[in-house]
């Protein structure tokens, strides 16, 4: 057989021509895909870059929650979770958990009496090799609706523009039950004293495939004794991590697990919206906050609390936040594990 | 037969188009996932991972099939140049699609994320828990994937510039059906 004849040169430039739409075609598609078209696009980049405070980004930490102390300790489940979630967490038993107290600040030398949220980030490992993460703060709901709300919100609150917190404000009214909690909320003085939420809402699958829509919340075993702003600031400016280190030693602090179930058209998909007080709630266990480690050389630090990392069992729900919070701190990760010479560890002995 | 030359095996050219469509899915994918914070962040992580592994799969099954199999020889007049792009990208192909889902797997392994494939199936750590590597390993997944992208465009220019302009055989080869009515080659 003969070889078929080569191109005239009028074909060769439509073949040249057709060879560069494919190629120039498929770079267009890459680059619209990679959100280079569209520099409106929220971003984890965008999110993450948004929470840069005036000092500059605090390299090597992580970009939100960046004060915080390391914990190890037990979840101490007492079976009852098994009724909503088939993950082996619930299953009567002790399972070891990481964790991270911590404040919600961008800045890691920020005053502990400065900061408004405080949260919990935990890892619950089980021997089945699953793991449940989660990361927790203290206010009873979120400030706003929605992810996107929330980055004009961090912008909002950096802009330099006076007007434009009210602007937000006027936007997204549901900061205003926010900016009342904050005001009138009781301070304390200790972190084994605060109530952490989870506020985003996921999904429990029993062993027969039946879901719920939950929330969960860490009940503190601690009573609150409210302390004023005023009388923290005259605390040394890491007063809640030696506070909280010296009470560890004097034995386990604890920690109840309360998983509260939504009723049909609860607002599942917002976590500014808290739930009626009366919704079903399960407790299926006890936090036990065993030892306190610092986080520079702490096993906590190189740990990213994403939510989503979630045991078979338990699933995302239609709270967009997750998925956001997942795309952020993954990025924010990236970030600090790059940086890790500007927070270097002091022992050497420190690798989890 | 086209000067004497052969066309990839039946399983080599399935092969071929399977990884194809997987790994420009996969590219997709991952550019589109690091781009945004919507829910489909994580139905697309969740596709990006147990994708990486069969194209891991795949690709280690393509290497033995070539090593067994061979590949047809390239068009004597081929200039030089040519012939050595040609064998180096497809050393460079062969390299990403083993080593980018190694990459990502090793990333996630030394982030200590668990690293799930679908429902209860999970995959061992193959690093150690390590800052370092994690920056290492994304970097080169991060910049790994550009030019795993920039040298399939420059494949499918070169696929292209073979069926279209110097109709040599070579596009042939690998096509899922032939386009000139040659007789089966002998496989």
Known sequence: MTQPPRSST????????????????GAAAFAYTAGWLSPQRLTPDKLVDA???PTGEPLGHRRNHAKGICFTGMFEANGAGSALSAAQVFIRGQYPVLGRFNLGTPDPNAPDATVRVRGI?????TPDGQEWRSAMIDPPFFPVSTPQAFYELLVASASKDPNAMKTFAGAHPEIAAFGAWAK????????AEERFNSLNSFVFVDSSGMEKTVRWSLLPAAQPIP????????????FLEQEITERVRGGPLRWTMVVAVANLGDPTADPSQAWPEDRRAVEVGTLAVQRIQAERDGPCRDINFDPTVLPSGVRTSD?????ARSAAYAKSFDRRTAEAKEYPRTATDAKP | ?????????LLQRLLHWLMAVCILAMLFIGVGMVSTIMPKYLTLVSIHKPLGIAILVLALIRLVVRLRYGAPSLPADLPEPMKLAAYLSHYALYGLMIGMPLIGWAMLSAAAYPVVLFGDVRLPAILPHSDSLHALLWNAHFYLAFVFFALILLHVAAALFHALIRRDGVFDAMAPVSAHDEVAPAE
């Open chain 2, 1 to 9: 037969m086209i000067g004497g030359r052969q066309r990839f095996t």
């Open chain 1, 319 to 323: 709270d967009p936040f997750p998925a």
């Open chain 1, 121 to 125: 980030g935990l890892r619950i490992s």
């Open chain 1, 10 to 25: 009028r074909s060769v430039l439509g073949s040249l021509v057709l060879i560069a739409v494919v190629v120039g075609g």
């Open chain 1, 184 to 191: 009138s909320a009781p301070w304390t003085g200790s972190y």
């Open chain 1, 51 to 53: 929470f840069t405070p």
């Open chain 1, 227 to 238: 302390v004023s702003p005023g009388d923290l600031a005259k605390r040394g400016p890491d």
